[in-house]
């Protein structure tokens, strides 16, 4: 006789058992679940099955199949990389992993602070800690990511200035110029600064031609997109001189030996959080950062939530609340500040955490370590025969270009060559500024040892020295 | 032996438990700053490498250097743990309660193998530049998760770059925008429709992009009419933004002559499909004539709701719009998967490289466990489970679940307690505070507040009849003592962590609030 199977629920849906539903079925007073859809038509039903892969069923058979697809995947930690460009490797603290995974910040969501009290502390704490990086008496719940951050803060200027023009550098990631682009487009016009090609900073001479009395902001990346440093305070003040707001983007990495915008007189400030103790995820641990003075113009403006600190009827009892809650589109729909919902709370609380392990000691390390680290690559690579390294002769933090034009090599041909010696070149920057020419963006973090940028230099002076192409 | 048991049982009905919330009186994190103490190091920087660039001056100028230590709190490793594990224990999660208060926002179980899966090494550690060579296993993972929503919706091509359902409601507003310009009518096409019980979002979104916004009310129904909807389609229609069933759990079965009426004008029908958990294998976007819809990742495809994100809300469209989608896409030729930048149409990205990545594998995992017919019993449970507590609840007296009656509800409902409050003074905004002493989530943020006191409930898949059961009591017992002890309920919580919150002063007042410990700080000494 053949092996007769029943059916077996399913761990995931309690109620998959027959016995059940058949219980509650009798209490609802139907006697199938079809009846319940009995307000869906039938020339809506879908009554074919869905055209998928078989069940795995169990939790060793996705083991399993998900080991087999994930092996396929090469991590950084087993290559050397030299990627960044908007998402960094670089150390991340078992604690940050180890509260992120929490149950309970897990899988929270929007309670009451009554129900969550921990999770409104641990995020205000997040902005609080932000707050001191910044030199900011304002940042937001975060927003998605940079790109959102800048594209939201340009928004922002425009509705507190009332003009429609934003100047934008080019000098920046080329994701947030196309979300700026894309975000703002409707309501302003969206003109990009040019940067010189010596070195990569904004061209000013054609920046003060662009001020006029209908730009709303300037905004530019310190560092730039290169790793540039851009002399902040001159460009403010130009962009002050026509009533214009200086919007600044700032990687919380470089700010424990940066001067923090807020400090060049930056109005509103913007940038993003996942170099703070968060895992690249092939770009999934992204959340964006907006920082403003405490002034009511500029809090009614943004789109974020804000948590407010609040006594509760207790004597020295903390409580925390929404601020300003009617301007949110949750409040007023479209005639809210531009839109609010579910963001990126999960990597705010775990920049807190890192910001909190870090201290100002261990940020001015890290900042100084970067640089160091970043300083040296570029001059070691700079030794290699038909290699320019930087590009611009300007300082830079983290990232730097390297045009391998006098090498007879494209960007493309080096890099699969360091990668059959397990490295990750710079990324090509080909595509997005063809103008540079044949050159990559290398970046360099406190996690690469001399010895590692070492390796790089000399696999890279091997694969130069190799037969040229031309 | 005593009989512990049967102490605990309370008049034959079940026993409500004698919940406390954590209250570990946490001070604020800079209060535990320990001057001269260090929560992590950074490798020492080698001396060969220090000579060879030198001081940091001769690399940076002294005008761009920081002048002062940034005030961080100074903390030793094991402290800063301590404090944020009594934060989260202060935080009733999803897996701790039957998250079933927390109705729209599809509170299920996310499985714990997948976290495994999105924090190993071969997924937290990819660089999203590195080349697709050494990132097939992500690809492939990012096309097939393409394959099982297109099935789910019946649409051709998805996007996963918008990290949110909000962010996916307002690509999908950008690429109406862009159709309409490819076909030169972007300067007449300048109105949206949506709903009033549809997200704020949806109206929210639609305005950044550009447009104006028509909101039809709510019908006897508890959906638009089809007669308010012909009422505000024109020339000057560029699409419809729409939830189906809204927050009301009721079923608009004359969705397809809204999208009819839509297609009719010239505009594109978008289906916003946050509220997709109990239609999965049920009914799709297709048959009901959409163009365009994002789902929820975060909600309906099982990935943690992180206390507000990271979320995803991919979005999908029919062929015809695909070259609107956010490059690049995700291609497979048979041998290898690759990204497809080649798209001159396309809005260009809307966020940095490709979303959300670890919260597609989450859900392509769970997708992969269930199959088709699993995903189906996900539908069918949630409709089961919501209905069985319908009928739980509506023995309450004084709660209602306006518009319809005698009707089943798909995956939620918007209740009200208007008949309860205006005969004790309890409102819903207080039950839901009593709620959280006795460990049950319970919200109230239903704007606009149409439904008077509303309680949205909304109970997934993912509980048993008894956490159902349960959850149904705790409400059966707070609308008891709204009539028994009404001034007790109105001063919850009272085993919370925290009190109520009178005083919203330092919410609302500039002068007050503050939005950080330093803002705290300068305005306790101004005073």
């Known amino acids: ?470 | 032996m005593q009989d512990i048991t049967s102490k605990r049982k309370m008049d034959g009905k079940p026993h409500l438990r004698r919940f406390h919330q954590a209250k570990w009186d946490e001070p604020i994190i800079f209060e535990l700053s320990e001057p001269g103490s260090r929560g992590a190091l950074v490798p020492k920087t080698e001396e060969e490498l220090r000579s060879v660039v030198g001081a940091i001056e001769t690399a940076i100028p002294q005008s761009m250097l920081r002048s002062s230590r940034p005030k961080l709190p100074e903390m030793p490793e094991p402290q800063v743990l301590r404090h944020y594990l009594r934060l989260s224990q202060e935080t009733l999660g999803a897996d701790l309660n039957v998250d079933i208060g927390q109705g729209t926002c599809t509170m299920k179980y996310n499985p714990k193998i997948n976290e495994q899966f999105a924090r190993c090494a071969e997924v937290a550690e990819l660089h999203p530049d590195q080349p697709e060579s050494t990132v097939q296993g992500m690809l492939a993972i990012l096309y097939r998760f393409e394959q099982v929503l297109k099935e789910v919706s019946g649409l051709d091509r998805f996007s996963f770059q918008p990290r949110s359902g909000s962010a996916g409601i307002y690509t999908n507003a950008a690429m109406i925008r862009a159709y309409h310009e490819s076909r030169k009518e972007g300067g007449t096409r300048k109105e949206i429709i949506t709903s009033l019980f549809s997200h704020p979002s949806d109206a929210a979104c639609a305005r950044v992009a550009g447009f104006d916004v028509i909101t039809l009310p709510v019908g006897p129904n508890g959906y638009p009419s089809v007669q308010s909807l012909e009422g505000a389609v024109s020339s000057r229609t560029a699409g419809i933004m729409i939830t189906n069933p809204e927050d009301t759990g009721i079923f608009n079965p004359y969705i397809a002559d809204f999208t009819r009426i839509v297609h009719g004008v010239g505009g594109l029908c978008c289906y916003d499909q946050a509220n997709a958990n109990g239609l999965l294998g049920i009914t799709r976007a297709r048959e009901a004539g959409f163009d365009m819809c994002q789902f929820n990742l975060h909600k309906t495809f099982s990935v943690p709701h992180g206390c507000g994100g990271p979320g995803s809300g991919p979005v999908g469209v029919t062929a015809a719009l695909a070259p609107f989608l956010p490059a690049p896409t995700v291609e497979f030729d048979g041998s290898r998967y690759f990204l497809d930048w080649d798209r001159p149409q396309s809005i260009g990205k809307v966020t940095f490289f490709y979303g959300s990545a670890a919260n597609v594998v989450r859900a392509y995992a769970w997708a992969a466990v269930l199959g088709a017919s699993g995903l189906r019993e996900v539908a069918r449970v949630a409709v089961l489970n919501n209905n069985y507590i319908l009928s739980k609840l509506l023995k309450i007296p004084g709660l209602s679940a306006p518009f319809v009656y005698g009707h089943p509800r798909i995956e939620q409902v918007r209740y009200s307690w208007e008949e309860l409050t205006s005969e004790t003074g309890v409102s819903s905004y207080d039950i839901g505070i009593r709620a959280a002493d006795y460990g049950m989530h319970y919200w109230t943020s239903h704007h606009p507040q149409v439904v008077p006191e509303p309680c949205t409930i909304e109970p997934t898949e993912s509980y048993s009849q008894r956490e159902l059961d349960e959850y149904a009591s705790v409400i059966m017992k707070v609308a008891e003592e709204a009539h028994s002890d009404p001034e007790m309920v109105r001063r919850a919580p009272h085993n919370s962590t925290i009190h109520r919150i009178d005083d919203q002063t330092s919410l609302e007042d500039p002068s007050e609030w503050a939005m950080t410990w330093r803002a705290y700080r300068k305005k306790l000494s101004r005073k």
């Open chain 1, 1 to 470: 006789m053949p092996h007769q199977e029943l059916p077996r629920p399913h761990p995931y849906i309690p109620n998959s058992n027959p016995v059940a539903q058949q219980r509650m079925l009798a209490e609802i007073g139907v006697s199938t679940i079809e009846e319940l859809y009995k307000d869906i038509p039938e020339h809506l039903r879908y009554s074919r099955d869905m055209h998928l892969p078989p069940a795995l069923e169990t939790e060793t058979e996705l083991r399993r199949h998900m080991h087999k697809l994930l092996s396929q995947n090469q991590p950084c930690g087993s290559y050397l990389n030299f990627l960044g460009a908007g998402c960094y490797q670089h150390f991340v603290p078992a604690v940050c992993d180890e509260v992120n995974a929490r149950s309970e910040f897990l899988t929270a969501y929007a309670g009451e602070p009554y129900d969550d009290h921990g999770r409104f502390q641990a995020l205000w704490e997040y902005t609080s800690l932000m707050g001191e990086l910044l030199n900011m008496d304002v940042v937001n719940v975060p927003t998605y990511d940079g790109c959102q951050a800048a594209a939201s803060a340009l928004r922002m200027a425009g509705r507190i200035t009332g003009r429609r023009t934003l100047l934008v550098s080019r000098g920046i990631n080329p994701d947030k110029l196309s979300h700026i682009r894309c975000y703002c487009r409707s309501d302003y016009r969206i003109e990009v600064v040019p940067y010189l090609a010596d070195t990569g900073l904004i061209d000013r001479k054609q920046l003060q031609s662009m001020l006029s009395s209908d730009v709303a902001a300037v905004y530019f990346d310190n560092p730039t997109y290169f790793g540039s440093i851009e002399e902040g305070q001159e460009i403010v003040e130009m962009t002050h001189s026509c009533g214009a707001l200086a919007v600044v983007g700032a990687d919380p990495s470089s700010l424990g030996i940066l001067k923090p915008p807020a400090d060049y007189g930056a109005d509103i400030v913007c940038g993003d959080i996942q170099c703070l103790g968060i895992h690249m995820q092939y770009g999934g641990g992204h959340g964006g950062y907006i920082a403003t003075r405490d002034e009511v113009k500029f809090v009614n403006q943004y789109p974020s939530r804000l948590f407010g600190i609040v006594p509760t009827s207790v004597e020295g009892e903390y409580g925390f609340g929404d601020v300003a809650y009617e301007r949110t589109s949750f409040a007023q729909r479209e005639n809210g500040v531009e839109f609010v919902g579910t963001a990126a709370a999960l990597w705010g609380i775990t920049a807190g955490v890192y910001l909190a392990l870090m201290g100002p000691d261990g940020m001015k390390e890290l900042g100084e370590s970067i640089l160091y680290r970043s300083q040296y690559a570029a001059r070691l690579l700079a030794s290699i025969p038909g290699v320019r390294a930087p590009l611009y002769s300007s300082p830079f933090f983290k990232e730097f270009i390297v045009n391998f034009d006098g090498t007879g090599k494209s960007v493309s041909e080096i890099n699969e060559e360091l990668l059959k010696e397990k490295i990750f070149g710079g990324k090509p920057l080909l595509r997005d500024f063809p103008e540079l020419g044949n050159s990559a963006l290398f970046c360099v973090t406190e996690i690469h040892t001399k010895e590692d940028i070492d390796r790089l230099g000399s696999a890279l002076r091997k694969v130069l020295e190799g037969p040229c192409r031309i």
